[in-house]
């Protein structure tokens, strides 16, 4: 019997987003309001960790992605870094 393989897929996790079958224009919000819709629909969402991952890796700076706005987004991304440069020293 012929041995199956198995790929993975790094963006599987969307298959599960809470979002799959939402209209992307929610994500990229132009109000408080909006940013706050967005947002909640991130909160339902499995596989949040792993949409914010991909935001932080691929550096999407628009939009709301894994319950973040670009804002927070940076925050992180900077928080990384002074992490890094701290453990490498």
């Known amino acids: 019997m012929p041995e199956t393989v198995t790929t993975y897929d790094p963006n599987d996790w969307r ?3 809470a979002c ?7 994500f990229f919000p132009e109000t408080e309001e909006a940013v706050a819709a967005a947002k909640a629909v991130c909160a339902t ?21 894994g319950g ?19 453990a490498a020293a």
């Open 20 to 26: 799959r079958d939402l209209d992307t224009a929610i």
């Open 45 to 65: 969402c499995p596989v949040r960790e792993a949409c914010l991952e991909f935001a932080l890796i691929t550096r999407q700076d628009d939009g709301v992605w």
């Open 15 to 17: 298959l599960d987003a």
């Open 68 to 86: 973040l706005d670009e804002n927070e987004r940076r925050r992180v991304r900077r928080r990384r870094q002074e992490a890094a440069r701290k």
